[in-house]
């Protein structure tokens, strides 16, 4: 993690450390060429943004740690500039006073966990990432009913879909919506015309049919889907967590597509 210079200048330095009461062991003891530098934390972490974006994927997470609670809203701010849709927030807290904060970001699709990527409770809730977790309850159903529709539901769509109910978990990858209408109605057509090729066409079908497959590592959206039982709880908690994609409003339309399915499953 990239550990930068915190100040704009030595006197910022300076007033820093007068308004701080530590006793001597705890006092900075790092040179000023490692704690000042033009523009302070933001300058240099925008410079740090602006090297990702030549190097993007190249390296999975550029992460740095910041000084300055306010300047964790202005990194945000940029990266969203320029168009990272992949970003997690931490805070660190060192003792009983010292915090530190940090910001990581991918010009990847693979999602951190929720508790990782939101780890700042006092941050504006715009500049949190979107949830990459979705759960609630289906009321007075078991694990296995539930399980057996969502099984059931997954199966039906154009998806790339494993589940283990011996664990009660799914993992699975779409190309899209597969779930909508508009979607339906173009497998429909696709269908349709793929009725009408002659026969001569069966080598070009087979081919087809491979090329039909949901590539996971290209998918526009991954997720894995648990089902548990909480002490407490009348029914069976699902836990649909974001794997992969930059969408979040495919997310959302998808976890509201599997609450709607499940919606009716009785015990």
């Not at 087809?208 to 998918?219: G, L, P, S, T």
């Not at 069976?236 to 009716?264: N, Q, Y």
């Amino acid at each position: 993690m990239c550990n930068p210079p915190f100040y704009e200048s030595t006197e910022e330095m300076l007033v820093s450390a007068q308004q701080k009461r530590r006793p001597p062991n705890s006092a900075c003891t790092g040179a000023e060429i490692e704690m000042v530098t033009p523009g302070g934390e933001v300058a240099f972490v925008h410079r740090l943004i602006a090297e990702s974006i030549e190097l993007k994927e190249q390296v999975q997470w550029y992460t740095s740690m910041l000084g300055k609670h306010s300047s964790v809203a202005t990194i945000i701010d940029r990266l969203r500039e320029v168009g990272v849709h992949n970003w997690a927030v931490t805070e660190f807290v060192q003792g009983t006073k010292t915090r530190r904060w940090a910001v990581a970001w991918s010009w990847r699709d693979l999602r951190p966990r929720k508790d990782v990527a939101r780890n700042i409770s006092s941050l504006a809730h715009h500049s949190l990432p979107f949830p990459s977790e979705y759960r609630y309850t289906v009321a007075g159903a078991s694990i296995d009913r539930v399980g057996a529709e969502l099984n059931a539901t997954m199966t039906s769509l154009h998806a790339a879909w494993q589940w283990k109910a011996a664990l009660a978990t799914g993992l699975g990858f779409v190309d899209g919506d597969v779930w909508s209408r508009a979607y339906r109605r173009k497998q429909k057509a696709r269908l349709q015309l793929g009725r009408e090729k002659t026969l001569d066409d069966d080598d070009d079908d087979d081919d087809d049919d491979d090329d039909d497959e949901v590539d996971v590592h290209n998918a526009a959206l991954g997720f894995k889907i648990q089902l548990r039982g909480e002490r407490g709880v009348d029914g069976t908690v699902v836990v649909i967590r974001w794997l992969k994609g930059s969408d979040a409003v495919l997310f959302e339309s998808f976890c509201g597509m599997i609450k709607r399915k499940l919606g009716d499953v009785r015990s």
